[in-house]
């Protein structure tokens, strides 16, 4: 995974998507809303398919890493 120190966020900070960007690739965007979809779900063995798709869309490593270490999600 990517240096996710340079996101610019803190750990712990809610992640949000910047609508400027995600308007330009809205395939992206439901990549990244099928990933958090699936892990709210506990669907943990789909999430390897839906990273590699939302990378084959072009979503960066700090956006799923922080859908990955959401702090509102409870494991």
């Not at 779900?41 to 859908?67: N, R, T, V």
Request: charged share 25%; with cysteine; aromatic share 12%.
């Amino acid at each position: 995974m990517a240096n996710v120190a340079q996101a610019g966020r803190p750990y712990g900070q809610p992640f949000y998507f910047n609508t400027q960007s995600v308007l330009r690739h809205p395939m992206r965007l439901s990549a990244l809303l099928a990933l958090k979809e699936a892990l709210l779900e506990e669907k943990y063995e789909d999430c390897c398919d839906i990273i590699g798709i939302a990378k084959e869309f072009g979503a960066s490593d700090w956006e799923i890493y922080y859908l990955l270490e959401d702090a509102r999600r409870s494991p």
